[in-house]
């Protein structure tokens, strides 16, 4: 820690660049001192003050060395750009922060904003800095100011149209560009918000030239000023709109961010030109900026911030699709398990077809690649057939569930909730049934029809004894349960972004309109074609996301030694029952079939709880639900429990058919 007379003693206006630079850093690192408390840093900017007011010769040094550091500093791009990204763009600005936190910066630079985050970089300095009151912000200005200049304010003034002027031209850059001029309200453009933008912030130049920032027609400008930047950003919120009907792009969203900071920011700048306390409206600007520094580093903040409206059209987009996942009356429920028995089928042949690959003996990478294929296949015919997989439902139910909290305040709306969460499990329950208990005789079937054409049965005992280690309880099987609903979630997220993307860049229209494909469909079948890729495109992404993930992410994890394998209770129920064909009836003696059978409902549990849990989580912070009675909520469900467990698992003779809450 430097002392206060060695800093004094060290400060030299003709030093080199980084020399001056590196004087002020070490000042306001002395300034913090050990950030005990804002006060004790105004109480050294005190000491500070009183020791240059007793030394005339350091308090000529300083002047020479202000006035140095304002020759050399544009401190223009500092208030008007600071916090901002370069480049308009999401991923670059995502590159630059990365650069930023891994590589160091210099003090040897005339960027002002680079010399401000290393001079101020901790939120404690925006602490002290709001502490600076009138009386020393005087004494500090008078310390640095010649005497002989009284028109020294004046280049704060310009500096602050100068930063104001920079502003308004990046807002209107933005404001015709076609990426948002394209998606604003008919009477947002009608109004033209953007077009005299910069004309009035001449006026305002022209009228603080003629006259005092208390002078009449300057306010008068500044209020007409004010009212051109509210009508600007009413103009980039409506864009808004839009992107709720038509789709949403984070890259789109980071510049109508960009462009309603800069707005806010010309409203800072415009509050402190204006202000009867210049000084102190300064260092109340230069606290913010320390803020702005702290978010300007942050990439989970970047992403939180661009990434929400996509994180809710997703949860819509799931939540629509979700809904026909869940069964409210005994029709419904007995179309659940007729759906769940086809998956259940289908998946038999899957789980052959598993066998059948491994007895290639394809490489890992191979092997997991035509594997995910496989399954990406399989899950695509069975929903092509309109048939169900149970483990592919949480993950689209759970934002329909976390959509309805929104309004769970009253009582009837928490009754109407645990409603909805019983069908819900029920639904889960009858899919998995229909799952589980058919695949395992089907299997059974097909591996008995093998070994009568063939000798052999599916898998021969060796084969069968690895299917018993690996599906054991005892084994890691619940751990990879869970990483398999991880998988599930994440398949779930890519399919809102594909739909969302499919949406955003209008492909449906594109197929039923673009004059190429029409010539080759024909306009009948295009339209067709365009309806049902519209109907389908997230149910096709989810899928092939899902098959490969299965096949791929284990031996990508196999690669680098993580032994991470996938464990889904359809599946892992259908490789049982070939173990059990290929063992015989001798294998309801062996303990570990029976460890294998425990095994299947915390597979299950797992597969079905991860994922739900992991997009409940997502939805709830999509839709902004907060301050929701999580106590009471659980009170009423174990209430419903104790009073009608059977409700869980099969739907009561009366449920009549209710139609979901509005979403």
């Known amino acids: 820690m430097y002392e206060l007379t060695t800093l004094l003693d060290t400060l030299d206006p003709q030093a080199g660049l980084a020399r001056r630079h590196l004087w002020l850093i070490n000042l306001l690192t002395w300034i913090r001192g050990d950030q005990s408390t804002p006060q004790a840093a105004v109480d050294r900017i005190q000491l500070l003050l009183d020791a240059l007011e007793a030394r005339p010769e350091t308090r000529g040094r300083l002047r020479a060395w202000w006035q140095r550091l304002r020759q050399t500093v544009d401190i223009t791009i500092l208030l008007a ?31 002002a904003s680079e010399l401000f985050a290393l001079a101020l970089p901790t939120r404690f300095d925006a602490q002290w800095l709001a502490l600076l009151d009138e009386a020393l912000l005087a004494r500090l200005g008078a310390l640095l100011q010649e005497p002989t200049h009284p028109a020294a304010p004046d280049h704060w003034q310009a500096t602050l149209l100068e930063a104001i002027a920079y502003c308004s031209s990046q807002v209107s850059a933005a404001g015709f560009s076609p990426e948002l001029r394209l998606r604003m309200s008919e009477p947002a453009l009608r109004a033209q918000p953007f077009h005299a933008l910069a004309l009035e912030v001449a006026q305002l130049q022209v009228a603080l030239m003629r006259g005092s920032r208390d002078d009449a027609v300057v306010q008068a400008t500044a209020v007409q000023l004010r009212e051109r930047l509210e009508a600007c950003r009413q103009a980039v919120a409506s864009v808004y709109s839009h992107l709720d009907d038509h789709g949403i792009s984070v890259g789109l969203v980071f510049r109508l961010r960009q462009v309603r900071e800069r707005i806010l920011r010309i409203r800072e700048l415009l509050d402190c030109l204006l202000s009867p306390a210049p000084a102190v409206s300064a ?10 520094g702290q978010d300007r580093h942050s990439i989970r903040a970047l992403v939180a911030a661009n990434s929400t409206l996509l994180a809710a059209k997703m949860a819509e987009r799931s939540a629509e699709t979700g809904e026909h996942y869940i069964t409210r009356n005994r029709a419904e429920y ?19 077809l598993k066998f059948l690959l491994a007895g290639l003996g394809l490489s890992v990478f191979w092997g997991g690649f035509w594997a995910g294929a496989m399954y990406a296949a399989s899950f695509v015919l069975i929903q092509l057939l309109h048939c169900t997989l149970a483990t592919k439902q949480p993950a689209m139910t759970a934002p329909a569930m976390a959509a309805r909290l929104k309004d769970i305040g009253s009582g009837e709306a928490l009754e109407t909730f645990v409603d909805e969460v019983t069908h819900l499990v ?4 009858a899919a998995v049934l229909g799952n589980v208990l058919m695949v395992f005789p089907v299997v059974l079937l097909m591996s008995a029809a093998i070994q009568f054409a063939t000798g052999h049965p599916m898998i021969d005992a060796r084969e069968a004894q690895h299917v018993l280690h690996a599906l054991t309880l005892l084994g890691p099987a619940a751990f990879f349960a869970a990483f398999t609903g991880v998988l599930l979630f994440a398949a779930s997220l890519i399919a809102g972004w594909f739909e969302n993307w499919f949406v955003f860049y209008r492909l449906d229209s594109a197929m039923r309109y673009n004059p190429r494909i029409t010539a080759v469909l024909g306009p009948a079948r295009a339209d067709r074609w365009a309806r049902f890729m519209r109907g389908h495109v997230s149910g096709f992404a989810s899928n092939i996301a899902l098959g490969f993930m299965l096949g791929l992410v284990p031996a990508f994890a196999d690669f680098f030694g993580l032994g991470l394998e996938a464990r889904h209770v359809t599946l892992s129920t259908g490789q049982l029952a070939a173990a059990c064909a290929a063992l015989g009836w001798e294998v309801v003696r062996l303990p570990a079939l029976w460890w294998c059978v425990a095994a299947i409902p915390v597979i299950g549990a797992l597969n079905l709880g991860v994922s739900f849990y992991l997009a409940f989580r997502l939805a709830l912070q999509a839709h902004n639900v907060s301050g929701v009675d999580r106590a009471r909520i659980r009170a009423a469900i174990w209430a419903r429990w104790r009073s009608a467990p059977a409700s869980f698992f099969v739907p009561a003779h009366d449920s009549r058919v209710a139609l979901p809450p509005a979403l």
């Open 426 to 429: 029920r639904s889960q329950v």
């Open 334 to 352: 007995r179309d659940m398990l007729g759906k769940a028995a086809g998956g259940g089928a289908l998946t038999a042949v899957t789980t052959l």
């Open 283 to 292: 260092a109340r600007l230069l606290a913010r900026l320390v803020h702005v």
């Open 81 to 111: 750009d600071f916090g901002f990204a370069p480049r308009t763009a999401f991923l670059s600005e995502l590159a630059e922060r990365l650069r930023r936190k891994l590589l160091p910066g210099t003090p040897e630079t005339i960027d």
